[in-house]
């Protein structure tokens, strides 16, 4: 059973930085293609990023590509989103999924990044 687990949600005042991490199992972690997606309260699930499965080819939305990267460790069976100057709108559960580029059929049960103003 596929089993997505994400960490490293919190609480950051504006301008703050955090790590969410992605732990996979189930699968063969380097064979499949990863992804970062959010959504705030009241919205749809929005894109984020996206990694292939052996990390190389990244892509990361216009809108956050300055400030988040997307990185994976096919050791540790995990994938990363670094986020830096986080603002209020950054605000949302995050989650992460694996699957096919830009086709994915797992995701994780989300993790809640909250940024204080």
């Known amino acids: 059973q596929v089993q997505l687990v994400e960490s490293g949600g919190g609480v950051v005042q504006a301008g703050g930085s955090l790590r969410l991490s992605c732990a996979a199992s189930g699968r063969t972690f380097s064979t499949y293609a990863m992804g970062w997606f959010r959504q705030a309260p009241g919205k749809g699930r929005d894109f984020l990023a996206a990694?292939?499965?052996?990390?190389?080819?990244?892509y990361v939305k216009d809108s956050v590509s300055t400030r988040f990267t997307i990185s994976r460790d096919n050791a540790k069976n995990t994938v990363y989103l670094q986020m830096n100057s986080l603002k209020s709108e950054d605000t949302a559960v995050y989650y992460c999924?694996?699957?096919?580029?830009?086709?994915?059929?797992?995701w994780g049960q989300g993790t809640q990044v909250t940024v204080s103003s």
């Open positions: 990694i292939s499965n052996d990390g190389g080819r990244i």
């Open positions: 999924a694996s699957g096919e580029w830009s086709r994915y059929d797992y």
